[in-house]
């Protein structure tokens, strides 16, 4: 995944780490120590999770930035 070529995994892997950084999410990149993470079954239910997670930062985002714009639009008309 950290080689020299691009690819779908090292991108969503970036999209991912970056907007849970931008978002304050936080890294909840955990899996229970019961599990065998080695197994390409498991890692690849956990990337479609990020691959998921990735547009869902965008919309809290940008829906928290909305709300924060409405209400200090409506604090500074007091």
């Known amino acids: 995944m950290f080689g ?3 690819t779908a ?3 969503i892997e970036a999209f991912n780490y970056s907007l849970q950084t931008i978002t ?3 890294y909840g990149n ?3 120590a019961s599990w065998d993470t080695s197994k390409e079954e498991l890692q690849t239910r956990i990337l479609y999770v990020k ?3 990735v547009p869902f930062m965008l919309v809290g985002g940008s ?3 909305v709300l924060i714009g409405i209400i200090s639009n409506t604090l500074s008309r007091r």
Request: aromatic share 12%; hydrophobic share 55%; net charge negative.
């Open 9 to 11: 995994e090292s991108l």
């Open 4 to 6: 020299p070529h691009i």
């Open 24 to 26: 304050t999410v936080g």
């Open 51 to 53: 691959a998921i997670s």
């Open 63 to 65: 829906l928290f930035a």
């Open 30 to 32: 955990w899996v229970p």
